[in-house]
């Protein structure tokens, strides 16, 4: 915002005569926007909810006995707005203007205005106020852009699964936080031949079944489990509170929803039909108390297992 912009500042004024007197001054600062409070009727707390999630208003400027109905913690979630509170003082009576950001809610800079303040230091006061409600904006702006950013470190961009970064801190704070009544199981899927289907049907062909697969684990697991692409043609999950051979049974109906049925794209004449999966799986328990390595490495030598036992299959395996 440049000083050339006009704040944009909602009345949510009970008191005619202040609300008069706020209207010509905001006015001639071409900042007025549609009066909430035009009626008869005093403007309720809710009303200033309202106005300040309306993307169009910069500051809302209501009654202290307004301010004092508002439950500050409704506006948390609201980008950052500003709040001038009127306070009405008697004939001749003087009271400072105080700014006030000490409430709950630290997304709305609050000011306290007496009411028989001068124009001219309306204007001003509104303007400063809406510049500052738009340097934390941009400040606001610029915290969202850095947390995409993060998430989007954490993402496989083609499965949008997590990925083997987002894993292991899984894997890590899942270990660290086990308790004795929640095994923690570690299961690694493997696409069988998946370089037959680049092969012969190209790499979109395996795109398309890499992503088909990673939807498939997303819905074929709990919402407390969790699920990755550790790279390639591989993918894991760490599934909570199952062990030993109930484990590995529900690893395998999971690598099961993977395989069936055929899972590329419609393949050209002579060309094989879809992939199977190979699983190998590992619990980790509070007794056994691996570390996340050698609980990976148990997963992973399973795996082995299974591929030499002739893929399409779950192992599972033993912590050395």
Known sequence: MTYSESPRIALLLAERDVRRHWQAA????????PDAAAGDDPPSAAAVVAALGEGHV????????LAAGVRWSELADLPARGVIEIVPISPGESA???????????????????????????????????????????????????????RQALLDPLTQLPNRRAWEQEL??????????????????DLDHFKRVNDIQGHTAGDHLLRQVA?????????????ARLGGDEFGALLAGVAGAQAASIVDR??????????AVPPPPH???????????????????????????????????????GRDRTVLGALV
Do not use: Y
């Open 271 to 309: 060309a094989e039909p879809g992939v199977t999966v190979s699983a190998g799986v590992a619990v980790s328990t509070a007794e056994s108390a691996p570390s996340a390595v050698e609980l990976f490495q148990a997963a992973d030598r399973a795996l082995l297992a299974a591929k030499r036992q």
């Open 96 to 150: 400072p203007a105080e700014v006030r950001i000490d409430h709950p809610c630290d997304a709305v800079t609050r000011v306290r205005l007496p009411a028989d303040l001068d124009p001219g230091l309306i204007g001003v006061i509104a303007r400063l106020l809406t510049e500052v409600v738009q340097l934390r904006r941009q400040a606001q702006r610029s915290g969202d852009l850095h947390l995409d950013l993060a």
């Open 254 to 263: 999971v690598r099961a929803r993977l395989a069936a049925p055929a899972l």
């Open 172 to 189: 890590a704070r899942r270990l660290a936080a086990q308790s004795a009544s929640l095994p923690v199981t570690l299961a690694i899927f």
């Open 26 to 33: 905001l006015r001639n600062l071409g900042a007025l926007q």
């Open 215 to 227: 939807e498939r684990l997303r819905t074929g697991v709990r919402e407390e489990d969790f699920v």
């Open 58 to 65: 910069d500051l809302c400027c209501l009654d202290a006995e």
